[in-house]
């Protein structure tokens, strides 16, 4: 297994980054996340159920990030503003783009052990 940092994504419902929606820490390989010149910030998250990092279910972890990250915030009639920190250092701040999940290990029942999630986010205006 690549070597695992810890990353933690905070959702707001403000362009200012006021009014926290919520966090969450997720883990990351350092060399798989990307800010590039062209204002956006692309990153592959790694999810876990086997018990090694997580006891929790796969599909329940994505599904917490994707309330946060995806799905459309009623209260401001848009996805929420993002910021990205690793640490106390700050990667990125804006807005999902694009959001694709990978699952790379499956339990015999067919349930999802293990996944990738690539999200790509672009700078907010």
């Known amino acids: 297994m690549e070597k695992l940092t810890k990353m933690k994504i ?6 200012d980054f006021s009014g926290m929606v919520g966090e969450y820490d997720i883990l ?3 060399e798989n996340y990307n800010h ?3 204002g956006s910030f692309e990153m592959v998250l790694f999810f876990d159920g086997t018990g090694i990092v997580s006891n929790e279910k796969v599909i329940k972890q994505i ?18 503003y993002l910021q990205v920190h690793c ?4 990667l990125f701040e804006g807005r999902l783009k694009s959001w694709s999940v990978n699952h790379t290990m499956l ?3 067919g349930s999802p052990l293990r996944a990738e999630v690539k999200a790509t986010l672009v700078n907010s205006i």
């Open 10 to 15: 905070a959702a707001f419902k403000n362009p």
């Open 87 to 90: 640490g106390a250092q700050s």
């Open 28 to 30: 990351v390989n350092k």
């Open 107 to 109: 339990h015999m029942d």
């Open 63 to 80: 599904k917490k990030l994707e309330e946060l990250l995806y799905t459309y915030n009623g209260s401001i009639h848009e996805p929420n």
């Open 36 to 38: 590039n010149d062209s």
